[in-house]
């Protein structure tokens, strides 16, 4: 009867070593399973961080080439009015021939010529202008730039 008892006390304990041990083996599983899990979910979250910057990054380029197109398109309408009119200007006002030299105190009061002398006067002060202004645009964010580095850095 002793020996029974005994054997059936092994019995449990070696029952209950083996539930302790599934149990401890079913833990681990969760924990590495929850460990991939996290590492999914951070992966994603890193992933859809990324793409939010880009889309914020891209439709900021995107409307800052848009704003740029715009405002340089007049600036390009000058420039070729500066360049067409310079080159017809010689062709009919002042022509490269030696009738051209006697006929162009002549021509020169005409009214094409007028017109095309103011054209080609105004748009080189427009062009200037624009290059100061690009000038002063990007010295602007240069300083913009510079201000915000200043900022972030500890000063000691």
């Known amino acids: 009867m002793r020996k029974t008892r005994v054997v059936k006390k092994n019995e449990q304990h070696n029952d209950s070593d083996k539930i302790e041990t599934e149990i401890a083996n079913e833990i681990e599983e969760i924990n590495e399973l929850n460990d991939i899990e996290l590492h999914k979910i951070s992966k994603g979250i890193l992933i859809e961080n990324i793409y939010n910057l880009f889309i914020r990054v891209f439709t900021f380029l995107l409307k800052t080439l848009l704003i740029t197109l ?37 021509m020169i009061s005409t009214p094409h010529c007028q017109g095309l002398r103011w054209i080609v006067y105004n748009a080189a002060g427009i062009i200037n202008n624009m290059w100061i202004n690009i000038g002063a645009w990007i010295y602007s964010i240069i300083w913009i730039f510079k201000s915000d580095i200043n900022v972030e850095s500890p000063t000691m």
């Not at 420039?79 to 009119?85: A, D, E, T």
């Not at 010689?90 to 105190?105: A, E, Q």
Request: charged share 5%.
């Open 70 to 106: 715009k405002v340089s398109a007049i600036y390009l309408l000058w420039i070729c009015l500066h360049y067409f009119s310079a080159h017809l200007y010689v062709k009919y006002c002042v022509p490269n021939t030696v009738f051209g030299f006697f006929m162009s105190p002549f």
